[in-house]
């Protein structure tokens, strides 16, 4: 157990749909990351949240959109969602500490089929 | 542009034995290297991971060897065991000065058969 929480496990719903992934760190991280695992893709970076600000950003579609609370936790929004978005969302924290790298972990996923 | 490859898409070993698990990538800004574990329905698992100044880190059963002039990293586990069946990501990182951002760059995976 990482200790990087994620909900809900599975969720099904229509094109044009839109629907919210919940990740909550580990505690004491302040990092959080976004991944998306696609059938024939390895994991592509989507974005990254440092203790409530954006910190970096990658090949995430502007029809998403994340967000992290003053609790650190953090929400991923999809929408006007398409069948090429079903996919294996996952969480990543990490410390976050600014001296030195910080190893990643993940988070079970969140399996997004969209019908 | 695959940043990170891992060539092998598979690799079968037998239980005791070495595992090698190979990494090539392409984007000289990476200095910071690791390997993940993955098993079916569950998040990936760190491995170990190594920074660009060195050329080896070892963990136990688990050694990752970096040729930066080849721009290659490999994972070696010995002896391999059934437990170590599973998907192997490699991914690496650019550390940004002054900020962290510390995004990973992940290869596509290897899965490895431990077979008794």
């Known amino acids: 157990d990482s200790g990087v929480t994620q909900t809900p496990k599975h969720l099904i719903t229509a094109t044009g749909q839109r629907v919210t992934l919940r990740c909550s760190p580990r505690?004491?991280?302040?990092?959080v990351y976004w991944y998306q695992q696609s059938l024939d893709q390895g994991l592509q970076f989507l974005i990254q949240y440092y203790n409530g600000e954006e910190r970096a950003k990658g090949n995430i579609l502007e029809r998403f959109s994340a967000q992290q609370f003053p609790d650190l936790h953090s929400e991923l929004n999809l929408s006007s969602l398409e069948l090429g978005d079903s996919a294996l969302y996952f969480c990543?924290?990490?410390?976050?500490?600014?001296?030195?790298?910080?190893?990643?972990?993940f988070g079970p996923g969140t399996r997004l089929t969209v019908l | 542009d695959q940043q990170v490859k891992q060539n092998s898409p598979s690799l079968s070993v037998q239980e005791g034995r070495i595992s090698i698990l190979n990494c090539d990538y392409t984007n000289s800004m990476f200095d910071y290297f690791l390997w993940y574990k993955k098993y079916p329905a569950e998040g990936p698992t760190f491995l170990i991971s190594?920074?660009?100044?060195?050329d080896k880190n070892e963990d136990g059963r688990f050694t990752v060897f970096l040729n930066k002039s080849a721009k290659h990293l490999s994972l070696h586990i010995v002896p391999s065991q059934p437990g170590d069946s599973a998907v192997y990501f490699c991914a690496a990182s650019s550390t940004v000065r002054g900020g962290s951002n510390y995004k990973l760059t992940f290869g596509k995976g290897t899965l490895l058969t431990v077979n008794p």
């Open positions: 990543a924290s990490s410390t976050g500490t600014l001296s030195s790298y910080n190893e990643q972990f």
């Open positions: 190594i920074s660009s100044i060195k």
């Open positions: 505690s004491g991280d302040l990092s």
